[in-house]
């Protein structure tokens, strides 16, 4: 079943941009929780920023492995195996119910280690209901697989869009009604999620879909489920490395003073907000790859990786003009006039907004790459170029540069910059490599293997 009429640069558009969409929803969710926090308490928002990417360490290690299953969607929906569709979406269901097996512990023993003893009072139960109600997240995701590797993006569009407004709803009335502080903005987003989850769940199991794609396929598939493991488990750690490591960066910061971690929150609160780009991109080239695989098209495999980096460019030269023209605007978004003197943060600010913008574009490169070897089930290579420079390159240097040199907040940015650079031309290397061999045009789909 072919994604769409259109080839090329064109079709990449056409997939992605409803992808992007689909993320800037939530990731404007995200970002309007968080003024909302800073409107109530900038020591709230910091709060949530702290422990919130403690929690996401966990939460994105396992959607991306329920994620693996558009691997498996999009090179069955290539090869029109469409009645196998169903079943790697189930794998990853049972995954998603089996990782409360890590998140039980991880609410009732991991606070001490993940929250910081100034952000305990307003940021224990944040913790604990993220942790508790995290399977949530990677079964919305594997539900998510389904529609997304078949390139039926409108589905999700809009059961995000419903799930988000529910979201932002509860988000006013929990934060600045009730005053519940980061516990609402938790309550809010699980509650969302489990909405959305209600949504795909209802719309996978019709009969249409059971009849088509054998979403009733319920077994448990110990091969296809190792399989999907063998993929998304390097990611998995890719992930906890990575996030780990802006943790890190962010504990470093927190011992430096509220102004570094301000001004680095917000950074990283618009490096949340605009990475649906990069997101719905990657996804976009995952999706497509796949199914170029799927129909043995080599040609245009290759072709991806550089209409890929144009949409990636020409976009964040568009985001560039905010940046120029109202940061001013964007920084006393974040800052309570009450807490902290706007005067003081201003210069530290802006450099973020900067150093910021740099690193989205090296970044969303970095996973321009990596999404063409994930379709590849090259996972390995993410895991460990991961690992390597951001501990290496980043998170070592930091820690010794603030903590024996008083380093200032721009040194900082550019570590991180420096490490999405190497990151990608590691990655980049990896992927010449393979093309080199010219395994590509040997490797074989078989009809009779498990997707």
Known sequence: MKLIKMDGLIQLIYLAFPLMLNNLSTN???????????NDSTHAMNAAIT??????????????????AEVFVGRANGCHNLKKIGEPIWQMIWFSCMTFIIFIPLAIYGQNIFIPEQYKENGTMFYKLYMFCGPIFPFVMA????????????????????????NLILAYIFILKFKMGPTGAALSTIMAQILQGVILFSLFLKRENRNTFGSSKISFNIKLFLENLNIGLPMAIAYIVELGGWALIIRILSASGQKYLTAFAIGQSLF??????SEGLQKAIIVLASNY??????????????????????????????????ADLIIKSFIHSSEININN?????????????????????KWIIASLLI???????VMLTNLLTIWFI???????????????????????VLYSIVNAFILYLFYKSEMRQNRLNSFAYSLDSKI
């Open 28 to 38: 404007l969710m995200l970002f309007f929780d968080r003024l909302i926090l800073a």
């Open 51 to 68: 422990i919130g990417i403690s929690c996401n360490i966990f939460h994105f290690a396992m959607t991306s492995i329920a994620a693996s």
């Open 143 to 166: 539900l998510s697989a389904f529609f997304i590797g078949r390139g039926k993006t409108k589905i999700i569009i809009c059961t995000n869009l419903i799930g988000n407004i529910f």
């Open 272 to 277: 949340i907000l605009f990475t649906f780009i």
């Open 293 to 326: 695989i799927g129909e043995n098209n080599w040609f245009k495999f290759k072709k991806l990786f550089l209409e890929s980096i144009k949409v990636q460019i020409f976009i964040a030269l568009i985001l560039l003009i905010p940046f120029i023209f109202c």
């Open 345 to 365: 943060i201003n210069y530290t600010a802006q450099n973020a907004l900067n150093w910021f913008w740099l690193f989205f574009v090296c970044d969303g490169i």
């Open 375 to 381: 379709s590849l089930k090259k996972t390995t290579y």
């Open 394 to 416: 980043a998170v070592l240097p930091i820690y010794f540069y603030v903590e024996y040199y008083g380093g200032t907040e721009s040194f900082i940015w550019l570590f991180i």
